[in-house]
């Protein structure tokens, strides 16, 4: 994957952001709580007339939150990898130089275009994730770049059953989403690498370290490398995991 240096424009504001080569030779964890329920929007309030980034990984698929305030803007931009973005509040348009313009709201994402210029921009204000994806990593033929979708609305209910697709993955890096049937699961296991859990629909309970903890659409929890979990649906439930293995 190409990874040049880049700049992030917030009005008149430009925050560097380091090489590849940086990034990975810290090879950093998530800068994320470990082993508790959290909620990315509502930890990530916006402050009036500010972008603000927070950064959570620094791998080759990086992760960023962003909380936008009203009327703030992010300048179109090239960049020669994918963006995934995934908005968790709010509403976002993701815009280009040509008339490209595509709205999300909160549930919704969409596969930023490569070489192109993409910017962001909102009216109400928006919480968003943000993982980079190389053009070279492994994407799911029902994720077309450049069009709005729902991750919770690939893939059904079926029931007694649990169903995953991968979104995208390479090496290093697996995304990928599941359906659970009420009454079904996961039994308990450690985890390859660092993960980070989305709750997409319904209500869930993820055991950790010998501790159950509740998930609701609309929350998140971070199991560290090695961490024994499981995952139970105590009602129909939808999940989304990245893992990485870097």
Known sequence: MLFQQRKYRYHSNIIQVKSKEELLERGMPMKEVVGKVFSIAKENAYIPGCTVSKSIFDGENYIIYFSMAPETDISAEIFPY?????????????????????????????LTETDKPIGMRTEEGAIYTEISISKEDDMNSAIKAGEVFKLADLIPYQEGKVINMDIAHNDKMKFIIMSFDKGTGLSEHAAPGEALIFALDGEGVIGYEGTEHTIKAGEEFHFAKGGAHFVKATEKFKMALLLTLE
């Open 82 to 110: 994918h963006k995934l973005i995934l908005v968790e509040e709010g509403s976002l348009k993701v815009y280009g130089t040509d008339g490209y313009q595509r709205e999300l709201r909160a549930g919704e994402a969409v």
